[in-house]
């Protein structure tokens, strides 16, 4: 095997599938806290809502969207985007099934701190590994590449933008999900070069294998 298939495997494969999972997992227990749901989450609730359409369904659609706002920017999807949504999904259900719904605030702030926590390291996991981000953190890696603009700002943006959108359709928000979009990007901004693999290969070898500016 050679040296770069034996990385590949030995090290960004591994990365990938335990990022996503604990991405799915990180959702699990967002939801579990009770406290408020991601602004993605509240655009599906709002969509479904106007469309009469079911939640996953609109989801679903929300997800096809912006895979086509990646076109302009030139995003191109991986392995990952497609183990993406394959595996977070079932993993959110696994978190689902074993996490208890605490009843208490403090509780229900601490699983929604950690939950939070755990999304922005698994996002710095999966997109670290090199293997193609997920549909909404593909928009905002293609954004921050094509454009300059640090990785914190966009995300903060887009999340910001989301919320407000699927507050106005009628999604429901609360206090975690104002938390959510305010935290999430420098978080995230934090998360990615710590997390992120350089290419072995030699300089030029391939585009992209710098970590995104912060």
């Not at 997992?25 to 479904?48: E, N, R």
């Not at 290969?201 to 970590?211: E, K, L, S, V, Y």
Request: with cysteine; glycine share 14%.
């Amino acid at each position: 095997m050679s040296a770069t298939m034996s990385h590949l495997f030995l090290r960004r494969v591994p990365q990938l599938l335990v990022g996503l999972f604990c991405y799915g997992f990180a959702i699990a227990m967002m939801i579990q806290a009770g406290i408020g749901v991601s602004p993605w989450d509240v655009l599906g609730q709002g969509t479904a809502l106007q469309s009469g359409l079911p939640f996953g369904v609109a989801t679903n659609l929300i997800g096809l969207l912006v895979l086509l706002l990646w076109i302009p920017i030139r995003q191109k999807p991986g392995i990952g985007t497609v183990l993406n949504v394959a595996l977070v999904g079932p993993s959110a259900e696994v978190g689902l099934a074993i996490l208890p719904m605490p009843t208490e605030l403090w509780a229900q702030i601490l699983l929604f701190a950690g939950g939070l926590t755990l999304l922005a390291l698994a996002t710095g996991l999966y997109i670290g590994a090199r293997m193609g981000p997920g549909p909404r953190d593909g928009l905002m890696t293609g954004i921050h590449r094509k454009w300059g603009w640090r990785i914190w700002k966009v995300r903060t943006i887009i999340e910001l933008t989301v919320l407000a959108i699927g507050w106005v359709l009628g999604g429901t928000v609360g206090v975690g999900t104002v938390a959510f979009a305010l935290l999430i990007g420098p978080m995230v901004n934090a998360a990615l070069p710590l997390l992120h693999i350089p290419d072995p290969r030699p300089r030029g070898g391939a585009a992209g294998t710098a970590a995104p500016a912060t």
